[in-house]
């Protein structure tokens, strides 16, 4: 596999109109404004889940383009987007120069002979009432592949090439291990002899050694065909052993894109950085020294305003009076939010409202208990300490929503006001964040400044 | 009585739990599968033993032998030693089976061939014993016992989050009933005690919580409520397996975490199971690496990680992607683990293994000291089954050493069998 020894040099930062994404002389796939939402409740003007919300990339012909990121971050359904497996909202996405989001359903066929997809699970994306053999001869008999004793030499051929025996053709799949399914899986996928594929989590179901089997296997299968992967993974040892470029995914957003030793070296994005930090290294000598990201990510159904990540990230840009708190201080006001967001948003029922007014007891902790909890053993400058009181007052009062709007007033940023545009950082490297904006401390300087992980 | 201050010097570094010869074998029409093949292992209070293998080499069928939850056609054979070292629970069993206990510390009168209760040091004497020392030998104590270790004394937390909640109670129904079953606690003050269980778990709000379902809880949260449901019963020994597999790594981050606290908190002993090298590195004090259902290699997870000696913990840690920096390909084990259908006569590893040679056929090794003749320093603890080592000892020393005890583990086994 190819790595692109592209150097990094100091980009224009805050530069806010560069090119975002680093333009390929000739990319094989191009992505633009990508949107997939899914709407439920859409009759009783519910809000659609926005599973990729304007995602833009390219992908160069050859190239191994990796997305990481969370579950829940809409990585496998943007590549079931690109492959059209899912109704788009908006975007476009562009293969070898042909628009595929606008094809009609026989060109959609005949062009999905050109991109196919490995699935995540071995044992529940292959049909387990055919035999191997049929399992991979079922496309070529889908797009009327030659004649049906070619069919037969050409699954041979493909069994050899993924590493199985021609005797299995006539075998089930119960009969196989984890990585002889997948291997499987590839075998179909290849079939039809596509340019681009999908791999979703190929690896992530099988035992390090196994994994690194298939691993091995789809780098020979690339360099053989000259294949273009698009690999979906969380694991990011994976995809940095196998990627040239990555883009890192949540919440529907691709927080940052960029040549993957660049990209790991030296992670311009505080999500980017939170989420290598977290990797567990296989070395107990290396300390944790790492970003413990509080909470989970946002109900994608109701994402925060301005940036996706704002409600988690260790970096979000303070009002200028409130710089001087402790780390610890930082961290409590911000879950005392996150505790109020969530109660505000909370579905309370009639009986549970009423038990509440009658003073019957509440589902909630009571308040007071959580602030006890969250501030006991700190203190805060008078101003803040203020503002907190009233906010609690205001709970406890049941005025759930003033409370968080008071909060928003004092302690909102440009982070959640805002939503961040892509900027490019380095010439090949794009990233998601107002720190990358002239007025603001860049997330990697925040960090030195402050001597710690952070900021103390 | 009077050798107690003699035993005293001991009592740090002794293990909470401990495992001698475990076996755990699933008898089929077919064939008898040895899952766990002679493994054995401790943990000390404060601290983390990590047990690593591939699918398939006995980690978790070796978690659920401690707690007596295997399941038909499975079986504990009679000679594995599971023993539980905790004084105070040790005292409270021999008082309930006074005629059950072996007194190691002194010259018994009668024997007692069903005892599994063993008193190392302590006083007094049928239902007034004090114990000092001793421990229950769970495999040989009744199915009672058996149940108040399990929860109490030995928890567990489990892979699938979701999937050890019940789904059509609340997560605080869930706690109380535990709490009830084991300790009677009922009302207002269980409802009390499941809000602060939650709460030490780091789930925020936790009376709001109390009241949801499992399918409410986001992943890690699951998990956490699962953990608290594990240490609902403050028990002393935590058994992991594959907690965090099924997170995302921000997650995994926070759990890790959260055991840490809680271990430092309760002085809990944790066997963390898992495959990743990369958690194990982070968690564990010392590991063990399982292969087909033996314990192939024991040490320190410094010494691990910096001088793997068994080619087959070598093997593992090349494979990691990432580890072995810029590489086109991946240095890969060849072949998959075999199902140990019979009793080990030879190496299990040795059909996959690049540094094996002709006796890896014929002798089974035994675990052994890497290096010989260490008397203090990391290595002491470091011991793999291997007929390369020890070291120091050229092959035919090395050969005789593995085979005289093979011989002797299995005429032990024989020769109880009758």
């Keep these: ?456 | 009585m009077s050798d107690t201050s003699q035993n005293e010097t001991e009592t740090i570094d002794r293990p909470r739990l401990s495992i001698t010869n475990l076996r755990t074998t699933f008898t089929t029409d077919q064939e008898t599968i040895r899952a766990v093949d002679g493994v054995s292992f401790g943990v000390s209070p404060q601290q983390t033993l990590g047990v690593v293998g591939e699918s398939g080499s006995g980690k978790s069928v070796t978690a659920r032998s401690i707690l007596g939850l295997v399941d038909d056609p499975g079986e504990v054979h009679p000679d594995s030693e599971i023993r539980y070292h905790d004084p105070a629970f040790v005292e409270e069993v021999a008082r309930t089976y006074p005629d059950r206990v072996k007194r190691a510390d002194r010259e018994e009168t009668e024997r007692h061939t069903d005892s599994f209760v063993t008193v190392n040091a302590g006083s007094g004497d049928g239902k007034s014993v004090t114990v000092e020392r001793g421990s229950v030998d769970l495999v040989g104590a009744p199915d009672s016992v058996v149940k108040s270790v399990r929860g109490s004394e030995i928890a567990m937390v489990f892979q699938d989050a979701l999937g050890s909640l019940n789904p059509v109670y609340t997560v605080g129904n869930q706690i109380k009933e535990l709490l009830d079953i084991h300790q009677g606690v009922t009302g207002a003050t269980a409802t009390e005690r499941a809000t602060e269980l939650l709460e030490s778990v780091g789930i925020p709000d936790p009376k709001r919580r109390l009241d949801e379902y499992p399918h409410q809880f986001s992943g890690g949260m699951q998990q956490r409520a699962v953990i608290a449901l594990a240490l609902a019963c403050d028990p002393s020994v935590l058994l992991c397996d594959e907690p965090t597999t099924a997170l995302d790594v921000t997650i995994q981050a926070q759990i890790l975490e959260l055991l840490d606290r809680l271990q430092r908190e309760r002085g809990l002993s944790i066997v963390f199971i898992t495959h990743d090298m990369g958690v194990i590195a982070q968690v564990a004090d010392s590991v063990a690496v399982m292969y087909a259902g033996e314990v192939v290699e024991r040490a320190s997870v410094d010494r691990l990680f910096d001088q793997p000696k068994h080619p087959y913990t070598k093997g593992l840690l090349q494979s990691i992607p990432g580890l072995t920096g810029e590489v086109d390909r991946l240095p890969t084990i060849d072949g998959s683990v075999p199902t140990p259908n019979e009793q080990a006569t030879y190496c299990r590893y040795a059909p996959r293994c690049p540094e094996a040679f002709e006796e890896c056929d014929s002798i089974h090794p035994e675990h052994v000291p890497v290096e010989d003749g260490i008397k203090d320093g990391p290595d002491v603890d470091h011991t793999a089954a291997c007929l390369l080592y020890p070291e120091s000892a050229d092959l035919g020393d090395r050969l005789r050493q593995h085979r005289a005890s093979d011989d002797t583990t299995t005429e032990n086994t024989r020769g109880s069998r009758q």
Excluded at chain 1, 139 to 149: D, G, I, Q, R, Y
Excluded at chain 1, 174 to 195: C, D, M, N
Excluded at chain 1, 235 to 249: F, N
């Design chain 1, 1 to 456: 596999m190819s790595k692109n020894t592209a150097n990094s040099t100091t980009g224009a930062d805050g530069d806010e109109t560069a090119n975002a994404t680093p333009s390929h002389a000739n990319p094989l796939v191009t992505v633009d404004e990508l949107r997939t939402y899914y709407e439920s409740e859409k009759l009783l003007g519910g809000k659609p889940v926005k599973a990729v919300d304007g995602v833009s990339f390219e992908i160069g012909r050859g190239e191994t383009f990796g997305i990481v990121g969370e579950s829940g971050c809409g990585k496998t359904t943007l590549g079931r987007s690109i492959l059209r497996l899912e109704d788009i909202e908006d975007g476009t996405v562009t293969f070898d120069g042909t628009d595929v989001t606008s094809l009609g359903r026989r060109e959609l066929k005949e062009w999905r002979r050109d991109a196919q997809m490995v699935y995540q699970n071995p044992t529940s994306s292959i049909n387990d009432r055919m035999t191997v053999g049929e399992i991979i001869r079922e496309p070529l008999e889908v797009h009327n592949w030659k004649t049906a004793s070619q069919r037969r030499d050409r699954v041979w051929e493909l069994l050899d090439r993924v590493g199985l025996r021609s005797e299995h053709y006539h075998r089930y799949p119960h009969q196989f291990s984890g990585g002889q399914r997948q291997r499987v899986g590839i075998a179909r996928a290849l079939a039809l002899e596509p340019e681009f594929i999908v791999l979703d989590e190929p690896v992530s179901a099988l035992d390090v050694s196994v994994q690194a089997k298939i691993l091995n296997l789809l780098s020979e299968l690339q360099e053989e065909f000259g294949l273009t992967y698009m690999l979906i993974a969380h694991d990011l040892s994976v995809v940095r052993h196998i990627c040239d470029r990555v883009g890192v995914m949540y919440l529907g957003t691709l927080m940052e894109v960029g040549p993957t030793e660049q990209l790991f070296e030296s992670p311009s994005n505080p999500y980017t950085r939170s989420l290598l930090s977290a990797i567990p290294q296989p070395d107990p000598s290396v300390g944790a020294d790492r970003i413990t990201l509080r909470g989970t990510p946002p109900n994608p159904r109701d994402p925060p305003t301005g940036c996706v990540f704002s409600t988690r990230c260790p970096f979000k840009i303070r009002q200028p009076e409130h710089e001087q708190l402790t780390d610890d201080q930082w961290a409590g006001i911000e879950e005392f939010r996150r505790v109020i967001r969530e109660r505000d948003q909370a579905r309370t029922t009639v009986v549970q409202r009423a038990k509440g007014q009658l003073g019957l007891g509440s589902r909630f902790t009571p308040i007071r208990e959580v602030t006890n909890e969250l501030f006991g053993s700190l203190s805060y400058p008078d101003a803040i300490k203020e503002t907190l009181d009233r906010a609690t007052e205001l709970v406890a009062g049941g005025n759930v929503t003033e409370a968080r709007d008071l909060l928003d007033e004092e302690f909102s940023t440009v982070c959640e006001h805002d939503t961040p545009c892509q900027q490019g950082v380095t010439d090949e490297q794009s990233s998601r964040c107002h720190r990358h904006s002239q007025e603001y401390q860049e997330p990697g300087e925040y960090l030195s400044d402050s001597g710690e992980y952070l900021p103390e």
